[in-house]
């Protein structure tokens, strides 16, 4: 390609401050230094995770930044030392980087990597490639990359422990749902809850994250499948994709987690918490079983500080787990997945309700704010 080597100037939405909406300007895109990847990105979807950071109340958030993280693309050119990728390469960006050479990498209990954080809030870790520096410049000052992917521009540079490549064939305007929001998902009910078969499971929140968690339920063999939403419209989908029952908070004359003990015998052997608020955390954990009942949360809202837990609940053989990026190792997982979709092993159609052009982001951010959509894909 012409570009390589060269600063590639293009489209991309830019967060100059908290609260107010996203920027549609020309960046300026370095090229890629020593294992980095410059890619095109095709097709990027949102997430409520992108919202937080110019939610004013989240107050670690770094500016001004390119946001996204549910990508996909087309390799533009490699910097030094990348052997994995050339150009034209169908790649998906990931957050959750994949070395191959750490104690987690090396390990089968996690899927975290050493280049992250441990003490980091995740949502602005990676807000510099290694060097410390950024690829992104506009008006003359550096702009801040997203949790080591940045989507919402034409062209992104990453890490290359942070790509996937994936199928020539792949449809990257599903497939880009593996960057986050359908991995979390269905990853939490397979590899973090290992859902069993024949068990009860009850989902807490129907977005994107929450459906996916229902097919993972269902593949694992769960026997019911319970979906809590306090959006009844969101029930349609729930029972296409496997659940058994659904129910709206509101609409029940006791707390939800009574009500689901008492329709289980005793409560759910998994319960996955998608909502991510302290009620929802709490009653997720309540409508477990005492003795082996698994409770996981998957999201996590970016005002909250804490849950208050008893010892007595965990002494009583219940556990609480989390997930990040649905337990899978991200370079090895994705393309397993991308192949599994190809395959019909699942359906992505049904997460995406809107396509829309990448200038429309702003309106995208507001139908997703508004619980209006799952899964909205723009284009460029």
Known sequence: MGTKGKVIKCKAAIAWETGKPLCIEEVEVAPPKAHEVRVQIIATTLCHTDAHIINPKFKE??????????????????????????????????????????????????????????????????????????????????????????????????????????????????????????????????????????????????????????????????????????????????????????????????????????????????????AGGPETMRAALDSTIVGWGSCTFIGVDSEMRGLMVSPVELIMGRTINGTCFGGWKSIDSIPKLVTDYKNKKFDLDILVTHTLPFDKINEAFDLMNQGKSIRIVLTF
């Open 61 to 274: 958030a770094l500016l001004p930044v390119i946001l996204g993280h549910e990508g996909a693309g087309i390799v533009e050119s490699v910097g030094p030392g990348v052997t994995n990728f050339k150009p034209g390469d169908k790649v998906i960006p990931l957050y959750m980087p994949q070395c191959r050479k750490c104690k987690f990498c090396l390990s089968p209990l996690t899927n975290f990597c050493k280049k992250l954080s441990p003490v980091k809030n995740p949502l602005v870790d990676q807000e510099l490639l290694e060097d410390k520096t950024s690829r992104f410049t506009c008006k003359g000052k550096p702009i801040y990359h997203f949790m080591g992917t940045s989507t919402f521009t034409q062209y992104t540079v990453v890490s290359d422990i942070n790509l996937a490549k994936i199928d020539d064939d792949a449809n990257l305007e599903r497939v880009c749902l593996f960057g986050c929001g359908f991995s979390t998902g269905y990853g939490a009910a397979i590899n973090n809850a290992k859902v069993t078969p024949g068990s009860t499971c009850a989902i807490f929140g129907l977005g994107g994250v929450g459906l996916s968690a229902i097919m993972g339920c269902k593949v694992a063999g769960a026997s019911r499948i319970i979906a809590i939403d306090i959006n009844s419209e969101k029930f349609t989908k729930a029972k296409a994709l496997g659940a058994t029952d659904c129910l709206n908070p509101r609409n029940l004359d006791k707390p939800i987690q009574e009500f689901i003990i008492e329709m289980t015998n005793g409560g759910v052997d998994f319960a996955l918490d998608c």
